[in-house]
């Protein structure tokens, strides 16, 4: 009976440091997550424009220096054409290879469109910014442009791209609402440019506006098709008309609309200019959009409900600034980002 009881206290004797080990792994697996929860729950936007390079120079994927933009010269005999992968009413674009990096090579299609190709190539050359697509080099005399490539395509391919299996990570309302973020950055942007308040014209339908913007490899957007920025000062009284033609529909703002009736048939020096807020009305269509139908996106439009109601007023001074807008995305993302990492901690 001793002998058994000997036993029985040696055995315990050797659980119990196990036990404590197991839970002492346990707790420190549960620190180990709660120090990583704020490295999971951070904006996929790095801090790359705070080692952008000087005007004139470029710098894309794993270039260490900054280089000067191309010259004539320099796409001529250093790029290589290899297929078209666009076309607009401006111009064609190729994937090109340069230097051994892919690069988009645009070329004018048409000569009657040469203001708009070179009124794009100027807003590229002065708006460069993480905002805007990377200025590689251009021609004039060609007309040419070359910019940095972007694999995913435009803003059009968002859902064919997040179904994909090795994007499901970031199919989340999180990475979603940060994309939203990113587009009224953008327009914000424009609106405060170094070339003054810039309107987004090529806007008429949900889809164009979204081929406007490309979709980088880290999941931000950037705009990329700047032939139609006009200027909007209203010091000066300089408003914008979007095109010639009569729009329809109401993805464009009121004011955009035929004022006088289907009575009246259209004549485009009757119809009235506008300003910069035609881009307010239009971003709850382009975030509903971006934020798509996954779990949480329900919830983020509830928290943006407010300030999409006041975006769509039918009174344009009524309507919220970008900036405004831009920030209460933050604020809802910042506030919705800390509320999930408070109840996954309390999980722990």
């Not at 191309?70 to 001529?76: A, F, G, I, P, V």
């Not at 008429?204 to 000062?233: G, R």
Request: proline share 4%.
């Amino acid at each position: 009976m001793g002998h058994q009881h000997g036993n029985r206290k040696g055995l315990s004797h050797r659980e119990v440091p196990r036990g404590i080990g197991l839970l002492l792994a346990m707790a420190l697996m549960n620190v180990l997550l709660y120090l990583c929860l704020d490295q999971f729950f951070i904006s996929p936007r790095s801090t790359e424009d705070a080692g952008r390079c000087p005007h004139g120079h470029f710098r894309m994927g794993r270039m260490r220096n900054c280089s000067r933009w191309l010259s004539c010269e320099e796409l001529r005999t250093e790029v290589r054409q290899l297929r078209r992968i666009g076309e607009g009413a401006v111009k064609r674009v190729f994937l090109s290879e340069w230097n051994e990096h892919k690069v988009a090579l645009s070329r004018l299609t048409r000569l009657e469109m040469k203001d708009d190709f070179l009124h794009g190539l100027q807003m590229l050359k002065s708006l460069q910014s993480e905002h805007v697509v990377t200025l590689v080099g251009y021609c004039e005399e060609d007309g040419t442009i070359l910019t940095e490539y972007h694999p995913l395509g435009s803003l059009s391919n968002l859902e064919a791209t997040l179904n994909l299996s090795k994007y499901q990570n970031v199919n989340t309302w999180e990475h979603r609402l940060q994309l939203a973020v990113e587009y009224v950055a953008i327009i914000n942007y424009l609106h405060h440019s170094p070339l003054g308040m810039r309107v987004m014209c090529d806007s008429n339908e949900l889809p164009k506006t979204l081929s406007q913007y490309l979709l980088t490899s880290n999941f931000s957007i950037v705009a990329n098709d700047l032939d139609a920025l006009p200027l909007v000062d209203h010091d000066s009284r300089v408003l914008v008309k979007c095109g010639h033609r009569q729009l329809h529909g109401d993805f464009v703002a009121p004011e955009q609309l035929w004022p006088y009736g289907e009575g009246r048939p259209f004549q485009d020096d009757l119809m009235p200019s506008y300003d910069e807020k035609i881009d307010i009305w239009k971003i709850p269509d382009v975030s509903s959009f971006l934020l798509g139908h996954v779990e949480g996106s329900d919830m983020v439009r509830f928290h943006l409900f407010d300030i999409h109601k006041a975006c769509k007023s039918q009174i344009p001074s009524e309507r919220p600034t970008a900036q405004h807008v831009l920030d209460t995305y933050q604020k809802v993302l910042h506030s919705l980002r800390d509320t999930t990492m408070s109840q996954t901690k309390e999980m722990l």
